[in-house]
């Protein structure tokens, strides 16, 4: 069953990271999480194009850095093996042989090149990465029985509450190329980018440089448009894999269906960051920021991710307080070129600010609005053609006990 978008995009109603041909996936109790799934993987037919965005913090973690000198080097990966409860960073030396160890296990065990294999950790930084249990892991990927989309998008998890999955369908060239995806991601979603990790896998054939520069282009509008909390993390990494399984013509930016391919991507990666922002730890809402009239892209975005990430918003929102003036608080220190006397601001549709100005409304119809579980704040700086939306989540009592006590 398929439910039918504009452009002839469907999205699946059931849609994974193995709806492309060609991929498969599993996931397994190896014993570093007390009884929770903690190491999965994803596993292509043949070698597939691959692309990557990671995290720009410092701390860039080891298996991170495995990935991204694996990528560089071949431009093709045909399996990624990922485990959850640690995160392998600041590690040192120890913590990058070990993702070089869990890279050339998970290759002899898959019969691939050891180049072919990208490796992920999420969870406990600072923690060695408990390679006796890594290795358990890895002979499970033998089982049949281990097999399933859902057992890896399990594996992923830390502190998620819901697995996060989806998959769209497009015709190209004749062809039905799928593009499906799986994310984890809850707390420190800060991007570029955060505690978040996404993989997503294609049966097109993409050419690798374009495939790498849309994955670029639509981290921008997708996951780098999401936050929970203002942190960044030190091993959140987007993969795309395009295995080429449907035997089109190499798609790039110069094939005339390159954009209705981009669509799809977006449309993936838009619906996965959309999945974490409302998981957001302790998080009973989704918050979607809409800036339009902005005289750049940027602004746009700045202002957008300025009001998103203002926990007075995030708060407000939380308890039903129509309180606007701390959304346009929040669009003033954006660091970017407004212009006080022309900004208007609503919640969903109930207009609150009209060019700098208080409009007198309904609160009482405010507040009923934003105990919505998705609730829209629309900005218009009536300053230009370009809009971006930013997604986030309320901040609530439960995000402070879940980080409080993370560790014990």
Sequence with gaps: MVATTEKSI???KEGHVTSPNGFSAGGVHCGIRRSKLDFGWIHSNTPATAAGVYTLNAFQAAPLKVTKESIE???LIQTVVVNSGVANAVTGKQGYADALEMQKLAAEKMGVDVDHVAVSSTGLIGVPLPMEKIHTGIQSMENPDCYSAENFEKAILTTDTVTKHMAVQVEIDGKTITVGGAAKGSGMIQPNMATMLSFITTDAAVEHDSLQQAL???TNKSFNMITVDGDCSTNDTVLVL????QNNEIL????PQWPLFLEAFQLVSEGLAKLIARDGEGATKLIEVNVKGASTEVAARQVAKAVISSNLVKTAVYGADPNWGRIVCAVGYSEQPI???????????IDVVEDGLPLDFDEIEGKQYLENETVQLVINLKDGPYEATAWGCDLTYDYVKINASYRT
């Design 10 to 12: 469907h999205v699946l």
């Design 339 to 349: 212009d006080p006397d022309k900004v208007s601001v609503s919640l969903g549709d």
């Design 252 to 255: 790039n930016k110069s094939h």
């Design 73 to 75: 080097k071949e431009k």
């Design 242 to 245: 395009a295995n080429g399984q």
């Design 216 to 218: 670029k282009d639509v």
